[in-house]
């Protein structure tokens, strides 16, 4: 079992910056691809970024890339959303996910993932 517990959502002018944090349990954590979905209101749950256990891939989705990038602290079993350049449409609540394999071909999808985390909110003023 793994369990996920984000922070460091808030609210944010548009152009700002804000990196999440997503803290995990289990002592195998440095083997886990590690996720990270946004759903905003009256939408379905969206890929963002994924990274697999080695770190040798990481994903984005086409919309965040080149201001996201996840990263991962495998001393501190937590894993890292830096968002910049926000814009208002990344407002949403932001989600972690976990799981044991890395699917090349189904990373971006939910399904792939079997652990997650509360949500923290993220909101991008205009």
């Known amino acids: 079992q793994v369990q996920l517990v984000e922070s460091g959502g808030g609210l944010v002018q548009a152009g700002g910056s804000l990196r999440l944090s997503c803290a995990a349990s289990?002592?195998?954590?440095?083997?886990?691809?590690l996720g990270w979905f946004r759903q905003a209101p009256g939408k379905e749950r969206e890929f963002v970024a994924a990274?697999?256990?080695?770190?040798?891939?990481?994903r984005y989705a086409d919309s965040v890339k080149g201001r996201f990038t996840i990263s991962r602290d495998n001393a501190k079993n937590t894993v890292y959303l830096h968002m910049n350049i926000l814009k208002p449409e990344d407002t949403a609540v932001y989600y972690c996910?976990?799981?044991?394999?890395?699917?090349?071909?189904?990373?971006?999808?939910?399904?792939?993932?079997?652990?997650w985390g509360q949500g923290t909110q993220v909101t991008v003023s205009s």
């Open positions: 289990g002592r195998t954590f440095r083997m886990y691809t």
């Open positions: 990274m697999n256990g080695s770190g040798g891939n990481t």
């Open positions: 996910a976990a799981d044991q394999s890395w699917y090349s071909g189904s990373y971006y999808l939910t399904r792939s993932y079997d652990y």
